[in-house]
């Protein structure tokens, strides 16, 4: 019987398991009744989640409890939402919850489910009929609630990062019975006035009662109706509503759609900067080659060098000229461009503002790198180590296709010279993949022993 061709240890494995869980379920959501639920000293929750036939562990980390919009307790039916880990140690899964929905969440999921369905069965979502995005939008309009956080994490990065595009906001509310009928008619004003590149729904993360307008089948079809392309970004990565589906975009948050909708001018002046390298560079290296065939035919027409001087003097003053030119035009707009820069710069209201948050999102940016220099080194540094075992191993000279010969004894001697066999005895090749038993034939007029 073959054996594996890799063993296992319980580390190994367990890291597997864990590798494909989290793998294949990054975010979900599992309803049922809470169950054993402690917490110790640490301030963790620990608790099991059952329905009438199976149960899974869970676990709510302390710094996650102040999202809860109420006490955790035995018996209470709820949606947790989060994701699916394994702890190595005991080779445990379990359910590391990111938020808890109650009050009913059970059936709002149900109704959630159905006119999902219902409207992916219409073709509602097909990505077919999803319309394209502008890459440079000139204006871009949010409909929101003027006072949450979202819309100025939104218009905070759109202004960081690409000045150009004018921002209006359409007042509307975002929570509660009368939020849908408003998000309606602020999109149907939108489009009427057709004076906007993009429509962005824009509301900050909640409990799903809070993000219930958003799953209204009228508001859904508002959306494919609309003619100017709407992106949905509402709540938080984990939340996902109707018109997530039928926007033609979702993005994961507000400030997750402000990043995807607009370009970063600082990139594009460094493009800029570096196609006008390009080009220079590319103009004279043409300059320099016409130079070198005009040089080379002077000297076959030797006799004609008056006039091939004055044409090659004239071509190197055009090829200068032109450079001048085109240096001058990119620097013109270059300097208008970060003209145009600082003018709305100095005439940000929040630019003083945003500095502490963007102090605090560059120390966190230098945290993440650290980070992940030093994974980066770790891993670096256990490649190494496999690639030495693997060149020292037996095992790889035996892949390359060389065999170990040993004696059928008890020893099981490993042949090293023609001599240690006679004629007719039997031996063992040892290969990458299995052994095999072969005869030694006698030697054939003094030439050297050979194996069959």
């Known amino acids: 019987m073959d054996r594996p061709s890799h063993i296992y240890t319980v580390s190994e494995l367990n890291k597997q398991i864990r590798s494909l869980l989290e793998g294949r379920f990054p975010f979900i959501s599992v309803s049922g009744e809470v169950t054993d639920l402690r917490k110790p000293y640490s301030g963790h929750i620990y608790f099991t989640l059952k329905d009438g036939q199976a149960q899974v562990k869970g676990v709510l980390f302390k710094m996650q409890q102040r999202y809860l919009a109420e006490p955790l307790q035995n018996g209470k039916q709820v949606i947790c939402r989060g994701r699916i880990s394994v702890y190595e140690p005991r080779g445990d899964y379990q359910l590391m919850v990111d938020a808890v929905d109650f009050h009913g969440a059970g059936n709002l999921q149900a109704a959630f489910e159905q006119l999902k369905k219902k409207l992916a069965t219409e073709g509602l979502f097909d990505e077919k009929v999803k319309k394209e995005l502008p890459k440079f939008p000139n204006n871009i309009t949010l409909i929101t609630s003027p006072d949450g956080a979202a819309v100025h994490d939104f218009i905070k990065i759109a202004k960081r990062r690409y000045p150009n595009t004018t921002l209006t906001i359409v007042p509307v509310a975002v929570q509660g019975h009368q939020a849908p009928a408003e998000i309606i008619e602020a ?47 509402v709540g938080h990565e984990i939340d996902f509503t109707i018109a997530d589906f039928a926007a033609d975009l979702r993005a994961p948050t507000p400030s997750g759609a402000a990043e995807m909708l607009l370009p970063d001018a600082m990139e594009l002046q460094k493009n800029i900067a570096a196609f006008n390298n390009a080009l220079l560079q590319a103009l004279q290296r043409t300059i320099r080659e016409s130079e070198h065939r005009f040089r080379y035919s002077r000297q076959r027409l030797s006799h004609m060098a008056h006039p091939v001087d004055t044409l090659l003097l004239k071509v190197s003053q055009l090829g200068m000229t032109l450079e001048n030119n085109i240096f001058t035009g990119l620097e013109r707009k270059r300097l208008a461009l970060q003209e145009q820069k600082t003018r709305i710069e100095r005439h940000n209201p929040t630019s003083v503002l945003s500095a502490h948050s963007q102090r605090v999102a560059l120390l966190e940016q230098r945290m993440t790198h650290a980070v992940f220099m030093l994974l980066q080194a770790k891993d670096l540094q256990y490649k190494n180590l496999v690639g030495v075992l693997d060149a020292i191993s037996p095992l790889a000279t035996l892949a390359r296709g060389y065999a170990i010969a040993r004696k059928k004894d008890r020893a099981r001697t490993i042949i090293t010279d023609a001599g240690q066999v006679t004629g007719g005895e039997k031996i063992e090749l040892q290969v990458q993949h299995g052994h095999i038993l072969c005869r030694v034939e006698p030697a054939i007029e003094n030439e050297e022993t050979v194996t069959k």
């Not at 909640?206 to 949905?232: H, K, M, T, Y």
Request: a neutral charge; hydrophobic letters at 45%; aromatic letters at 4%.
């Open 187 to 233: 999109l149907s004003t939108v489009n009427n006035l057709k004076a906007t590149d993009i429509v962005v729904l824009c509301r900050g993360g909640g409990s799903i009662e809070d993000l219930w307008c958003f799953n209204d089948e009228q508001l859904a079809r508002a959306i494919r109706r609309s003619c100017i392309p709407v992106v949905s970004a």
